[in-house]
């Protein structure tokens, strides 16, 4: 069955960097594309990032441009998320979510890890 | 950006109720419209996506409908586990995929 592993999450000081990384099984991971989706505490959910199967389609929210990078690995079957100049608004719970068979939905999401941005 | 809205922020609902849940879009989305469902704790699950089609393993209490700008997600004998928060999400036109805020489902 699909399972997506977050890990890398941390507390960090405000201009801080963090590297996140999300294991795939399951499923053929160079066939998909990947995104990443954070939740801040107590709030809705807000996508971020994502890259097509083969990694040559990029895509950020505004929030983030500039400042995270996506990309990942097809022979290690894994997504990352760097995450430089962290700002305190940065904290979340950060999901990996697979891209739906038949569309740009989210078919399979990770449990999550948890950045905290803070002094 | 595409914003997405829902109503109600919370709605309190009994044991073997039912629940309807709106989502609006600011512009049409066509029918690229998901609904998924996210426990306290938990990873948001995909139930509804295409507006209408029930995810794998989704029940058949769970339906939703609409286009365009318009859908509705209703769970039909609400049971103690769809005691959750409801998210809607446009793949229209994006980037930036967009959510809704977010409805929560509590016990009446």
């Known amino acids: 069955q699909v399972h997506l592993v977050e890990s890398g999450g941390d507390l960090v000081k405000p201009g801080g960097s963090l590297r996140l990384a999300c294991a795939a099984s399951g499923f053929t991971f160079r066939d998909h594309y990947m995104n990443w989706i954070r939740q801040a505490p107590g709030k809705g959910l807000e996508w971020i990032a994502y890259?097509?199967?083969?990694?040559?389609?990029?895509h950020y929210a505004d929030a983030v441009q500039g400042r995270f990078t996506i990309s990942r690995d097809n022979v290690e079957n894994s997504l990352y998320l760097e995450m430089t100049s962290l700002r305190a608004e940065d904290s979340a719970v950060y999901f990996c979510?697979?891209?739906?068979?038949?569309?740009?939905?989210?078919?399979?999401w990770g449990r999550g890890t948890l950045v905290t941005v803070a002094s | 950006e595409i914003v997405m809205t829902q109503s109600p922020a919370s709605v309190s609902v009994s044991p073997g109720e039912s629940a309807t849940l709106s989502c609006r879009a600011s512009h049409t989305v066509s029918a690229n419209l998901a609904w998924y469902q996210q426990r306290p704790g938990q990873a948001p699950r995909l139930l509804i996506y295409?507006?209408?089609t029930r995810a794998t393993g989704v029940p058949a209490r769970f339906s939703g409908s609409g286009s365009g700008t318009e859908f509705t997600l209703t769970i039909s004998g609400l049971q103690s586990e769809d005691f959750a928060v409801y998210y809607c999400q446009q793949y229209n036109f994006w980037p930036p995929f967009t959510f809704g805020p977010g409805t929560k489902v509590d016990l009446k």
């Open positions: 979510a697979r891209e739906g068979e038949l569309g740009y939905y989210f078919d399979y």
């Open positions: 890259i097509s199967s083969s990694g040559d389609t990029i």
């Open positions: 295409g507006a209408s």
